[in-house]
């Protein structure tokens, strides 16, 4: 980490402020305040919290898919799509509110990407050992991305497509796969690595990835934290100490607010660094703490147990009986759960939690929104400048592989 930011700064002294001073005085005289009108294009990266279904299209084991019954229990889609809920998550809600239409996976085959396109597949990590060959790694979404930024030139035109993707609003959720199968479940990761230099690791290759899309002209970024892993009923169900821990899996925790803690840091740098870098974070981790413990505060009467799933906190993760242990059971009303199945919580939580993003507030914690809340970035209550949209940092080959 340390190392990471300390190269940041290196480079913003050594070139980028030269270039940012150079460019004051431009930005000053063409201050922009934009229309109503809603941001055109949202584009999402990530794991099973924000897939729409690519997963449906890759190779890989069924655990990593969700294109089977009883996903999509609630009926909102008509069949299962692919998504790990029983209705909607949370990109969906979002454009709802962003006033988009639902943005299509990247590999549905003629997809349309005039709004946007969603890269994320269930079971990536950060890091691309993280379920390699079974997900589309973090690296391949970002080549995925430069392929539909290559489509919204041919199709708008250079200058049309650069105003698309620096309006657009760039959306990440990952970093639970990294640290469940990717380290607790991966003795070998263990042995090599400590926590601190793990999570920095993932940390450093985030902010890689952050650092591309911006080079590519992304400057409006939303990001999930990551939640209370250990409480994930299949967690739960794993928890060597139990009955010590009130039955949350600790370690996993831990590592979950670390890294969050970490990303926060990283992310109020790139703010100061970065000309124009915009950011929606928020405090996922408190926020789903919360209806965990108290369920009833939020309109729900179950907080561990998954509405799909078997054995301990239904934290076995068979949902669907596709994958090697066949029973499942399937609760009744999934409105009433936090969690849809071991790993994944219900459409409501998914709804629950957009709303937070579109319109929180930056106070008070825990539940903190900021600096900037979802509606903002997309409604552009924010002030654009030149330098916002001029791609300002020449990038140093070596942090960009
Ligand atoms: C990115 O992850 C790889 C492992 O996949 C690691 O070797 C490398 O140091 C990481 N990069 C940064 C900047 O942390």
């Known amino acids: 980490m340390a190392r990471l930011v300390s190269l940041l700064e290196y480079y913003c002294f050594n070139i980028i402020c030269v270039t940012l001073l150079l460019l004051t005085s431009v930005e000053a005289s063409v201050l922009e305040e934009k229309s109503g009108a809603s941001t055109s294009a949202f584009f999402i990266f990530g794991d099973s919290s924000v897939d729409p279904g690519n997963n449906n299209y890759i190779n890989t084991i069924p655990e990593n898919q969700a294109n089977y019954k009883p996903y999509g229990h609630n009926g909102f889609f008509q069949r299962p799509t692919g998504r790990f809920s029983d209705g909607r998550v949370i990109v969906d809600f979002i454009a709802e509110y962003a006033k988009l239409p639902l943005i299509p996976p990247f590999l549905e085959p003629s997809a349309d990407y005039t709004n946007g396109a969603n890269f994320a597949s269930g079971g990536a990590g950060v890091l691309p050992e993280t379920n390699q060959g079974m997900v589309i790694d973090l690296p391949t979404q970002l080549k995925n991305f430069e392929v539909v930024q290559k489509s919204l030139i041919e199709k708008l035109g250079e200058a049309e497509a650069e105003k698309v993707i620096s309006e657009a609003v760039y959306l990440i959720s990952i970093g639970s796969n990294d640290y469940m199968g990717g380290y607790l479940g991966n003795p070998k990761m263990q042995e090599t690595y400590n926590y601190e230099t793990y999570i920095g690791m993932v940390i450093g290759n985030l902010t890689q990835t952050i650092q591309v899309l911006y080079q590519k002209g992304g400057r409006k970024f939303g990001f999930l934290s990551l939640s209370p892993l250990g409480c994930l009923p299949a967690l739960r169900a794993l928890n060597p100490k139990a009955s010590e821990e009130g039955g949350c899996f600790e370690a996993a925790s831990e590592l979950a607010l670390a890294h969050n803690n970490a990303l926060k ?137």
Not at 279 to 291: P, V
Not at 321 to 328: P, S
């Open 265 to 401: 840091s990283v992310l109020t740098s790139l703010e100061q660094i970065f000309k124009g870098f915009k950011f929606c974070y928020s405090n996922f981790y408190n926020w789903l703490d919360d209806r965990i413990k108290h369920p009833s505060k939020y309109g729900f009467k179950e907080g561990i147990n998954a509405c799909c799933g078997y054995g301990p906190y239904g934290g076995i993760f068979t949902c669907g009986g596709t994958k090697e242990v066949k029973e499942y059971e399937l609760c009744e009303n999934a409105e009433d759960y936090v969690w849809w199945d071991s790993f994944h919580p219900t459409e409501k939580i998914h709804e629950q939690f957009a709303k937070t993003l579109w319109n929180g507030e930056p106070e008070p914690e825990p539940f903190s929104v900021g600096p900037y809340n979802l509606q903002s970035l997309f409604f552009d209550k924010v002030k654009l400048t030149i330098g916002d949209i001029v791609d300002v940092i020449p990038q140093p080959n070596h942090l960009l592989q």
